[in-house]
């Protein structure tokens, strides 16, 4: 498996990366290079390998599930950065397109 031109320009839309020729060309060739390790990974016999062995037990720790009266919606307004109309504002991340 490799990548082509067109996965890096798609790649490079949805990350909105504006990258030189040459720049695009060294991406391709390190996530090509990183692709082929993984098949070189794959390619490996594992099956005289042992399952993980960890080197210290793990528990998952639990807490009890409390219920809380949410913050009063002026107080969390209030933190931030900008607002309107009792919302928050952001930058836009997606085009109108």
């Known amino acids: 498996m490799s990548i082509s031109d067109q996965d890096i320009e ?5 990350a909105r ?8 060309q060294a991406l391709k060739e390190d996530l090509n ?9 794959r390619d490996l016999d594992t099956s005289a390998v042992d ?8 528990v998952n720790v639990f807490r009890e599930d409390v219920v809380v009266p ?8 209030a933190l931030a ?4 109309d ?7 991340t997606v085009d109108a397109e």
């Open 17 to 24: 990366l504006q990258m030189s020729d040459e720049e695009t």
């Open 33 to 41: 290079k990183t692709l082929g390790y993984f098949e070189d990974i």
């Open 86 to 92: 009792g919302f928050f504002k952001v930058p836009r």
């Open 51 to 58: 399952e993980l062995a960890r080197p210290i037990d793990s």
């Open 10 to 14: 798609h790649l490079k839309q949805l």
């Open 70 to 77: 949410p913050l009063p919606h002026s107080d969390v307004i």
């Open 81 to 84: 950065t900008e607002s309107e």
